[in-house]
């Protein structure tokens, strides 16, 4: 059974603090991949990283930052945290096969910026 | 741009009947599709796929159909149940990535 753990599931921070947010996969997957889901927004990708020590930008990159030192975690830094950055974020890893190809998502974190 | 639509924001069925959620895409060089449903604080749960070599997969009571030339996708619940209530996600990958563009989901609920 897959797992994909986040370190917290609910956090509150003030504008300007610098944040981490941890993800962990246990089954050996390459990729991994931070998303915001907002209200009539769907879900947006913020960066996709397809081994150690890479990553590609996705849709949203702006006032975010990653690290991916190890295989098994990939963290989202928000270097000053700013009010509109409060969403839910949500960390997924996935294999790298084309054919048979899922994302499998950890629980969220709810982010709040006040 | 919307690439991947989800023009219903939300659905209600009554428990037995079928639930038929859509989505539509504009980008042809989507090759692979996934359907994800949501609870409230919780991570989505991978539902079903389809490739587009594909027009329907089956899993128990979910199937989904795929039509290429209307670049339209639907996911069929039958029966639906009160546990289906959720919000569903469609995720389109466009072709030599790994990336997904999701829809903004349809909220279904299943009244008992």
């Known amino acids: 059974d897959v797992k994909v753990t986040q370190s917290s599931r609910y956090l509150v921070k003030r504008t300007g603090e610098k944040v981490f947010l941890e993800c962990v996969q246990d089954?050996?997957?390459?990729?991994m991949f931070w998303y915001r889901q907002d209200p009539g927004l769907g879900l947006r990708l913020i960066y996709f990283?397809?081994?150690?020590?890479?990553?590609e930008k996705g849709d949203i990159p702006e006032g975010y930052s990653v690290s991916r030192e190890k295989k098994e975690r990939f963290s989202l830094i928000l270097e000053s945290a700013s009010t509109n950055q409060t969403s839910m974020y949500l960390c997924?890893?996935?294999?790298?096969?084309?054919?048979?190809?899922?994302?499998?998502f950890g629980p969220g974190t709810r982010l709040t910026v006040l | 741009d919307q690439q991947v639509k989800q023009n219903s924001p939300s659905l209600s069925v009554q428990e037995g009947r079928i639930s038929i959620l859509n989505c539509d895409y504009t980008?042809?060089?989507?090759?692979?599709f996934l359907w994800y449903k949501k609870y409230p604080a919780e991570g989505p749960t991978f539902l079903i796929s389809?490739?587009?070599?594909?027009d329907k997969n089956e899993d128990g009571r979910f199937t989904v159909f795929l039509n290429k030339s209307a670049k339209h996708l639907s996911l069929h619940i039958v029966p639906s149940q009160p546990g289906d209530s959720a919000v569903y996600f469609c995720?389109?990958?466009?072709?030599?990535?790994?990336?997904?563009?999701f829809g903004t989901g349809t909220r279904l609920k299943v009244l008992a």
């Open positions: 389809i490739s587009s070599i594909k």
């Open positions: 980008n042809s060089m989507f090759d692979y």
């Open positions: 089954m050996d997957h390459e990729n």
């Open positions: 995720a389109a990958r466009p072709s030599g990535t790994y990336k997904y563009i």
């Open positions: 997924a890893s996935s294999t790298i096969s084309l054919s048979t190809d899922t994302q499998y």
């Open positions: 990283s397809y081994d150690v020590k890479m990553k």
